[in-house]
């Protein structure tokens, strides 16, 4: 640091104690070990990927694009897996669908409309609700709760009996074992996590924009609208993405839940399969191209998870930089 | 040796902000009458010295001696660097990311900034303590314990012996004798500086800087303090930041007045040393007509 | 965060329009009612679970092995296994994250500062908390089990692969949150960044940095997913995490849930009781320890 050169000698007078020495080696020691654990996480993505497609390369090397078709028949040694493609986005987009104006609107109560008091109790609610776990959720799905919901499939499914659209969305219910009940089982999970990052994007909204739309005698919906949506609106969309790239690799409740039927069709009531359930119920008994074929579901469920998760983090990221300028 | 004006007059950027200089005198007198002479060898020999943080130069061309056993005060307006001069003593500028340092830093002969030398050794015999008191999380005991203990001492009598006189000498011990136990966040302002002091007087350094010490006690804490500092200083020497002109006056021997230059084409400041002197002389017999606007608070 | 009320109106001021004060009463009452959509499964799930576990659970149920076929009844056997597994399992994937995602967020915070490094590993750390669980399982899998075969630690792997990120980013949290005084008092005494670090920085912030490993505890000890490709679900005691296929709780319930047998049933009601009590002991414990430690200034 010092542009001067040192002079000669050692340092005299004075208590003893010189001044020169080497960095400690504990020192240097202790930041090699903490810079190795940071970089673990890297190691382990890139781990990730390599020793899972590599498993799978014989699933993709005997299938090659026909991954991509309907036709998934471990006895007859054929796995294309569009069905549980398919079955994934379904239920992780009726996941996204009603979650996500539920979890906004959970925000909004927290940030906007209850005094700081009651804003603890809901919280705890919150975190309950994430605490939760999946298995848990699953088992009460199938057990419980679906067998209820069949008889409101049922109900739906004959009131709409031939209307164009409808019918083929809510026709043709089975058990409660679906792709719908899927997705309100994924929807009550990730709430949490939607309502939390919801709130932290929501709470860099600079309070200056919020009284100024008051001071101009807007309602609190009119000050939502004006002052709060405009800022948060980035951050939502990321938060909302993560809550997709949740939903999508939620395994086991969907396991559960979903009916474990491979089959590609719109109607909602009726029993699918996704990729991380078909995964979870089949690995079992699987071996050479059938279990590389799972594990190749999975290498592509890590695919767009990751892709997903990297969007939204950038997106909640720069928003709110942008909501604190 | 260059004055600080004939620096100024060199550099064509750096512009006077109050009235321009008189014939210029030398940062120390040359002869010195009976009364201002220095009672003790050179603790820091300060010699040319800008400080930089990346590009941006904050204090330039700094030349003082430190006297063993004086206390020194550094005053003048805010962001004339008198702050970083004294954080550069004890190299706690490192910490900070592109600080910078040229020039001639010297502790007891040896250069300060040299090549072997570690800031950890430099900081056990040149203590600090801050403007805000920030005793750790932890009791009286193990707060004033922690300089020792990392230096090595585990033994508990030789730790107990430590810490008892430690308080002694920061004017606590019979405030706190009954709960050493007790958290340092317990402790009412005042009292946390004088544990932050007590702390740092543990590791019997050689130096103890201060930056600002009393700013945020009341005028009682502030007393005990400046009671504090001229109790000890004869066993150390003190170097002591102050916005508080009758502090100044109150506690140091001799005392160095900064102040800031404007740079008008990029709109920044940098601190220099205007004149550096016996406290006597410098408050009543200023030579530099900036420093008698100041200590007479034409300037604030 | 204070909410800010809306402006009180004076008598000779006119309200908004009456169709403006409609539109805002019915968003209040959305806002609310999504608040209520969500208790209702999170009440009716608890309840189901307590009703129904509650019956099965006892001392023998829950200590004594081994996990009977499913075919018997339900005061037949436990879960001994099962829940000496989750601790097993847990406890090894708690000793592997917890240290490693300490030492991770000390270099992210002490070290790395602002440097690119430190910032890649900062946001890979937050995309991989989102990795699916599942995927964690099948890595493990693919690296360890084909080569060491099914064991707990197996899965304790996975458990920790998923657990490092979290720790990783709460502690960093936490680590932010010390003052830089505290810092600054430290290495003004001596001290190298390695013992400021140790001897101030991790005491101040020790209670968020284990109240969020309580929380990380908590989620990996729900999970099924991992532990399917990495412990193979066995119904007798393990007492070795390293050699042998185990069983866990979270497992034991996925293994019973599609059964139609009642004692398989009523054996996965038990189990998810205990399973959500555990989860919520650790969460209330990190609730109190986060209310007790989190001063660090007057």
């Known amino acids: 640091m010092s542009t001067l050169t040192q002079q000669a000698g050692p340092a005299t007078a004075g208590p003893a104690h010189p001044l020169r020495q080497r960095r400690p080696l504990g020192d240097r020691t202790f930041q090699i070990v903490a810079l190795a654990c940071g970089l673990l996480v890297l190691v382990i993505l890139v781990l990730i990927a390599f020793s899972t497609t590599q498993q799978a390369s014989s699933w993709f090397k005997t299938e090659g694009w026909a991954i991509f078709t309907n ?131 929501i709470a860099t909204v600079p309070a200056i924009d919020k009284e100024g739309a008051y001071a101009l005698g807007a309602t609190r919906l009119e000050m939502i609208t004006g002052a709060v949506w405009p800022h948060s609106k980035g951050g939502i969309t990321g938060a909302v993405l993560l809550g997709l790239g949740r939903a999508m690799g939620e395994t086991i409740a969907a396991a559960l839940v979903i009916g474990s039927s491979a089959t590609i069709t719109s109607h909602l009531f009726a029993p699918g399969d996704s990729m991380p359930a078909v ?47 | 040796m260059e004055t600080p004006e004939q620096n100024v007059a060199a550099d064509p950027q750096l512009t006077e902000t109050a009235n321009p200089p008189l014939p210029k005198t030398a ?40 006297h063993e056993n004086e206390i020194t005060a550094f005053i003048g307006p805010s962001g004339c660097g008198k702050t970083t001069v004294l954080r550069t003593l004890n190299r706690m500028n490192d910490l900070v990311a592109g600080a910078r340092v040229e020039g001639d830093v010297r502790y007891r002969g040896a250069s300060l900034y040299g090549k072997d030398v570690s800031p950890i050794a430099v900081r056990r015999r040149i203590g600090m303590v801050f403007q805000k008191p920030n005793p750790f999380p932890k009791s009286i005991y193990d707060n004033v314990a922690y300089g020792p203990r990392i230096n090595g001492e585990h033994n508990k009598g030789k730790l107990n012996e430590i810490v008892e006189r430690s308080l002694h000498q920061a004017a606590l011990w019979d405030e706190v004798k009954d709960r050493l136990g007790k958290s340092g966040l317990s402790l009412s302002g005042g009292q946390a500086q004088r544990l932050c002091i007590a702390r740092t007087l543990a590791v019997e350094p050689d130096v103890v800087l201060m930056d600002e010490p009393c700013s945020a006690l009341d005028p009682i804490a502030t007393g005990a303090i400046e009671d504090l500092m001229k109790e000890i200083k004869s066993r150390y020497t003190i170097v002591i930041v102050t916005h508080n002109m009758q502090q100044a006056t109150r506690v140091s021997d001799r005392t160095a007045f900064f102040s800031v230059l404007r740079n008008e084409k990029s709109d920044t400041r940098t601190g220099v040393l205007v004149e550096y002197g016996p406290t006597e002389k410098i408050f009543h017999d200023p030579s530099d007509p900036r420093t008698e606007a100041y200590v007479t608070g034409q300037m604030g | 965060m204070a909410a800010i009320t809306e402006p009180q109106l004076g008598p000779n001021l006119e309200e908004p329009a009456g169709w403006r004060r409609t539109k805002n009463r019915m968003a209040t009452v959305l806002m609310v009612v999504s608040f209520v959509l969500v208790i209702i499964p999170l ?37 001994g296994p099962a829940v000496l597994g989750t601790i097993e399992i847990v406890a090894l994937a708690t000793a592997m994250a917890v240290p490693l995602g ?23 750390s937050d995309v991989m908390t989102g990795v699916p669980s599942i995927v964690m399982g099948l890595f493990i899998f693919s690296i360890w089990v084909l080569h060491f075969q099914f064991s707990g630690f197996a899965g304790a792997l996975a458990l920790g692969c998923l657990m490092l990120p979290v720790v990783i980013r709460s502690t960093d949290e936490m680590l932010k949150l010390v003052p830089n005084p505290l810092r600054e008092g430290s290495y003004a005494l001596g001290a190298s960044k390695a013992r400021v670090t140790v001897t101030v920085v991790l005491p101040a912030a020790i209670g968020g940095i284990v109240s969020g490993a309580l929380l990380a505890i908590a989620r990996a000890a729900g999970e099924t997913a991992p532990l399917l490709f990495t412990i193979l679900t066995v119904t007798t005691a393990n007492p070795n995490p390293f050699s042998g296929p185990n069983t866990s709780l979270p497992s034991q319930i996925f293994a019973n849930a599609t059964s139609p047998y009642v004692g398989a049933q009523d054996r996965a009601w038990g189990t998810a009781l205990t399973l959500i009590v555990i989860a919520f002991v650790l969460m209330i414990a990190a609730r109190i320890i986060t209310a007790r430690f989190s001063r660090f200034s007057r």
């Open chain 1, 279 to 325: 995964i979870a119920n089949q690995f079992g008994e699987a071996s050479g191209v059938f279990r590389a074929a799972l594990i190749g579901l999975g290498v592509l469920l890590f695919a767009f998870t990751i892709i997903i998760n990297i969007i939204a983090r950038l997106i909640v990221g720069r928003s709110a930089e942008q909501g604190t300028a």
């Open chain 2, 27 to 66: 940062a120390e007198p040359q002869a010195q009458p009976e009364q201002y002479a220095a009672s003790g060898e050179s603790v820091f020999d300060v010699e040319n010295v800008s400080i930089y943080y990346s590009a941006f130069r904050a204090v330039t061309d700094v030349s003082l001696t430190v």
């Open chain 3, 43 to 79: 009440v009716f799930v608890l309840y189901t679970v307590v009703v129904k576990g509650i019956k099965i659970i006892s001392w023998s149920f829950l200590t004594s092995g081994p996990i009977p076929p499913n075919v018997a009844p339900a005061d037949v056997g436990g879960i």
């Open chain 1, 71 to 201: 036709d998934w028949n471990p006895a007859a040694n054929k796995f294309g897996a569009l069905a549980f493609i398919y079955g994934t986005a379904i239920t992780a987009a009726i996941a996204v669908i009603m979650a996500v104006p539920v979890s906004v609107g959970i925000a909004l109560l927290l940030t906007e409309v209850v005094p700081y008091r009651w804003a603890r109790p809901i919280v705890y609610v919150i975190d309950l609700l994430a605490v939760v776990p999946s298995v848990v959720w699953g088992l009460w799905g199938i057990l419980v709760f679906a067998p209820w919901i069949a008889n409101i499939y049922k109900s739906i499914a004959s009131g709409v009996a031939g209307i164009p659209v409808l019918d083929n969305l809510f026709g043709a219910p089975t058990s409660g074992a679906s792709f719908f009940t899927a997705g309100i089982i994924l929807a009550f999970m990730i709430t949490p996590i939607v309502t939390s990052l919801s709130r932290e994007v």
């Open chain 3, 102 to 124: 300490v030492l991770g967020a000390i270099y992210l915070n002490e070290y790395g500062g602002k440097g690119v490094l430190a910032r890649l590993i900062g946001f890979f």
